[in-house]
Structure formats: C-alpha cells, structure tokens
C-alpha cells in the first residue's frame, strides 16, 4: 500500500526534486497522445497535477495512467518537479506537477449519476444532489463549507471556554412541553402507552443547570421540531445555546456581542462594526419588521393623523377601527417603478394581510395618479413630514398596527431587491430589545408569548404583568444581522409565582402546568439565581457568511422540503416486531381517510 506523505494542496516549487505519495480522487484526466497523460488528483486540501509521461514513467504505470477515469481512487508516488511553460495561477499547486513513478489503484468508480463540479451544481436537482450527497460532498464548495461550519464551532467553544463556561450536554428523550412549535414523539417501550417527546431546544434544562448552580453553560446542541421546512429552516437544526447566572440584560448583550463581532472578524474577515440596540418599537415603526435590514435607508412613517384628514374610505375604515397607515416615500420612484410594478409589490403587502398598497407619485410640486385626489387635500403636510422631493413615490401601509407595519416592510424588502439598494457586501447588525411581552391571538383567543413562556418581564412591568398584558414589555432581545434573526434569547424568570402568573395568561390551567412543567417551577422554588441566556443559529451563521440562502447547502446531510432523507431513504417503515412491542398499532391518519 502507497501511504500518503502529504496532501494535494501542499507542495510548492520548494519541493521540486522530492519524491512523494499523493492520495485522492481523479478530478480531470486529460489523454495528450504520444505516452502523456494527464490527471488532477483533488482531497479535500486542493489539486495536484500528476503526469504521465512515457519518457519518465515504466509502461507498467503508462497502461494503468491511461486507464483512469473521472472519480477513480488512486495513490501515486512520483517526483516533483516545475511545470513546463505558463503555471497554473487557478491552483496553489500551479507551479509544479508531480512525474509517476508508481500507483495504486484502490478503487475504481461505477458510472457516476452526478460530478462534483462546482460549475455543474447549479444544472443538477437539488433532490438528485442529496440523493448521492457523498458525491456533492466532494464538491470544493461543499468541503469549504464543512470547513467554516467547523471553524465556528471550534471558535465558539475556545471563546467560551476562555470566559468559563461549561460545556454539558442536556438529554434527548424529555417529556412533551408546549413550547410553541409541535413536537416529535417517541413511544418507550418500557412504559407501555408513555411517550418521550425530542427537543425544540434544552430551554428548561440549561435554566435547572443554572438552578443546579453551574453558572454559565455552552452546548452547540440539536433541536428538533416537527415543522414545515422553507429555505432557511428544517426540522432537525443545530443551535449554539448559551446560559449564564447573576446577571442582567446589559451583561449578556455584551458579551454576546463581543463574541458575535469576533466570530464574525475572525473566522469569515467581516467587521460588523459597532451592534446598536434598538426598541422592538422603533423597529416595527421605522422599517416594518422586528428584524430590520438597516443596510439601506427606506424607512416607514406613521402618518395616521395626516390620514384622518383624507374623504379615502379606505383610510377612515382602518382608522376608524384603531388601525394604523403608515407611509414609504421611495426616492426617485416615480420614472423607477412602472405601474406592473407596483401592482406586483401590492400583491405582496396583500400577502401580509394589507388589502392592498395604495400609491401615488409627486411630480412637479403636485401628487399624480393612484390616490392623488384623496392625499391632495394633505399635499403641503405630507410632502414635509415624508420630506418628499420631486419624481418620489409614496406608498401607503394599511390595517392594524402590525399588519400596516409589516406589510409595507416586505414591500421594502422587495423594493431594495428590485432596485439594487443593498450595498454588495455589507454586514450590519443589532440588537432589537424591549419586545411585547405578549401578543393576542384571535383564533386561538388567548395570549401567546411573543418569545418563550419563560422569558421575563422587565422588572419595571411586572405590576401591570395581569392587569395590562398586552402593553407589558419583556426582556427578550434578539441579534438581527441583514435582515435575518441570527440569534435571540432573554432574561429568564427566576420566580416561581411570576412564573405560574405567567402560564396562566397563556391559558394553562394550574393542573396543566403543574404536569407540563412541574419539575421547573420545583427547581425554582429552591434557590433560582437571577439567569439568562442566548441561542444562536449555527446553520444560519454559515449560511451568512458563506452567502446561501438555502440552509441545506450548509448541512452535510440535511432533509428536503417535505423533512425526508433522499440518501438513506428516511422515514421509513417500521418493522411490525417493533410496534408490537411497543403496543403501536397503525392506521391510516383521519385526513386521508377522508380524502378518499
């Protein structure tokens, strides 16, 4: 056996005169004719070219050169020596060749169903990709990917180590806690018609860990919950999940930035400069969204006052009934935004419950088509407060504070895609605090947590915490970096009673709470310190930094769209021994018995 004396992206025209071993996978093979041949051997390091040549080489290894194909395994000991003409200035190997001497071939490949070209990715379906996914592995894309999802993590655990936390890992069979999303199940087969359920996080076991006295806690853990996938979620997703004891809001932000900066610095050479805090408020009223792009510069204005001015029904209907109209003046919009699209940003703020987009343009010191008649009357008023200039465009926010809010943020999410805003390139990021405590669902007719039942009002809320719950502010706060929630967390509440106050605003009777979670109002009963803590999405920093926004491109085996598993054909049947065992007995689900 040929054992490999270096890799395939070492060897420099320092070399040259060496003899070697190189170890790989053929990436190209090109026949010259005339005894030479040629072969880029690749591992995951980089490229080497190996030559054949009839001059250097026995025939022996001459007969076996020219019988190698795309993907075959070899190992090959020759000489270095320095290429001949131009180097090849694509590879760090570019200035040498390595001259056979002897090879072995450890295996050669079937015919193969996909080749693992960067260059070629983008022409194979992504099902037929993951289906041979040890083939996409190979990719140079795909193995510089695995390689900065390892960089982060090894950096977050040294960063964390040198600030004393504690690595501890937290189980993966617990009991089924509503914690928002639905959970995976998993029967026991010792205690027949007992069910364990896996987890949507380990919230309430790094909580205990810091009842149990730990202090400050790290796991880059996984979490699992049973819902549907899009691009940048699945089922099964990795988090770095983080607690710490005696502590405030103040001290988790800053350490947490500092960690987030660096990672962001060290590992991908991005400098997310300073990470500002901003009021969930703010967030909401000036961009549409509790997790902003602050990269470009349109914002949203509340001009239901200015509205109410207006004879538009459609204005006077939603304030009427306590809604909200918020205002976008896009610069230059007027000449950059035909009317077909307009009418597509419209069906986009319908998306987001708005039941439309009311527009007009401001040409030669007067409003012009969509709503100009009904805003005329406020001209001189609304061209100050938006600080319109002419061939402007404004659009109009409608409903509810959050539907009027949040549907003209996505219509400024579209807009800066359509209009190239964003700076190629930037990262900006911050910290969006002071979130609602609460938020009112109508169709469930109860209150919902805005972040997790065990995230803590700010002390300065908790006395109107059942008297005003809808105006009671947390202490949640989320990392928000180019629009996307990289990571989130909050104070904890350490006290019991606030504790249970706080499940039963959320509709959980006492008997109710007691068996979902009993055990944790028990630990926080003896002795809970002050705590809280922070989850970053690890598969969402890598998808950041490497610049996808599919997170299965940043999984070595992640799941499609409908959660299954193409490469080992997961799910699958279950053996029927096993659901005896476990007394399962399986029907067809109501839905498709239905249906037929």
Aim: hydrophobic share 40%; glycine share 8%.
């Amino acid at each position: 056996m040929l054992k490999r004396t270096c890799t395939c992206g070492e060897t420099r025209k320092e070399n040259a005169g060496e003899e070697i071993v190189l170890s790989g996978w053929i990436n190209t093979y090109r026949d010259q004719g005339k005894g030479l041949v040629f072969i880029d051997l690749r591992d995951r390091y980089g490229l080497t070219q190996v030559v054949f040549d009839a001059e250097d080489t026995t025939p022996e290894v001459m007969e076996i050169g020219a019988s190698l194909r795309r993907e075959d395994v070899i190992s090959v000991k020759g000489i270095v020596r320095i290429r001949e003409g131009k180097p090849n200035a694509k590879l760090t190997t570019g200035d040498i060749e390595l001259v056979a001497k002897e090879i072995e071939v450890v295996n050669r490949t079937a015919k193969l169903p996909i080749l693992p070209d960067d260059h070629d990715a983008d022409k194979i379906g992504e099902e037929h990709r993951l289906k041979y996914r040890y083939i996409d592995l190979r990719r140079p894309k795909m193995q510089e990917i695995l390689k900065l999802r390892h960089k982060i993590t090894q950096f977050t655990r040294n960063f964390f180590a040198d600030n004393d936390f504690l690595e501890i890992e937290t189980p993966l069979l617990i009991t089924p806690t509503p914690e928002g999303a639905r959970d995976f199940i998993v029967p026991s087969r010792h205690q027949s018609g007992q069910w364990y359920a896996l987890p949507q996080s380990p919230q309430i076991f790094k909580q205990i860990l810091m009842v149990a006295g730990c202090d400050k806690y790290l796991q880059i853990c996984k979490c699992l919950r049973d819902e549907d996938p899009r691009a940048d979620r699945q089922a099964e997703f990795t988090q770095i999940d983080l607690e710490m004891s005696f502590v405030d809001q103040d001290d988790i932000l800053e350490i947490m930035s500092e960690f987030a900066s660096r990672l962001y610095k060290e590992v991908g050479g991005i400098d997310l400069g300073e990470l500002p805090q901003m009021s969930w408020k703010d967030a909401m009223d000036n961009y549409g969204s509790d997790r902003p792009d602050i990269r470009f510069d349109l914002q949203l204005r509340d001009v239901t006052e200015l509205a109410s001015k207006t004879e538009f029904k459609v204005f006077k209907d939603a304030i009427d009934s306590g809604g909200t109209v918020k205002a976008m003046r896009v610069p230059g919009g007027a000449d950059k935004l035909s009317r077909k699209k307009t009418d597509a940003l419209a069906e986009v703020a319908k998306t987001y419950g708005a039941g439309g987009l009311p527009t007009v343009k401001y040409q030669g010191g007067e409003f012009l088509t969509g709503v100009a008649k009904f805003v005329t009357p406020i001209k001189d008023e609304l061209v100050e407060a938006l600080g319109l200039e002419d061939g402007d465009i404004v659009m109009f926010g409608i409903g509810s504070y959050r539907v009027a809010c949040t549907a003209l943020g996505e219509v400024r999410l579209a807009l800066a895609k359509d209009l190239e805003l964003i700076p190629t390139g930037a990262f900006r990021g911050l910290w969006i605090v002071d979130f609602p405590m609460f938020d009112w669902n109508e169709d469930a007719g109860r209150w919902v947590s805005e972040h997790h039942p065990f995230t803590a009002p700010l002390e300065s809320q908790i006395d109107i915490l059942e008297s005003d719950p809808g105006n009671c502010v947390s202490s949640g706060y989320d990392l928000v970096i180019n629009g996307a929630e990289v990571g989130g967390g909050s104070i904890r509440i350490h006290n019991p009673e606030i504790q249970a106050k706080v499940f039963g605003l959320l509709g959980l009777s006492s008997e109710e709470t007691e068996e979902k979670f009993g055990f944790l109002l028990n630990a926080l009963r003896f002795g809970a310190p002050p705590h809280g803590g922070v989850a970053f999405g690890l598969d969402r920093l890598v998808m950041m930094m490497i610049g996808t926004d599919n997170i299965r491109d940043v999984i070595a085996f992640p799941k499609t769209q409908t959660g299954a598993d193409l490469m080992c054909e997961a799910p699958g049947e279950a053996d029927p021994k096993q659901l005896d065992e476990l007394g399962i007995i399986m029907r067809e689900p109501e839905a498709a018995t239905e249906a037929k």
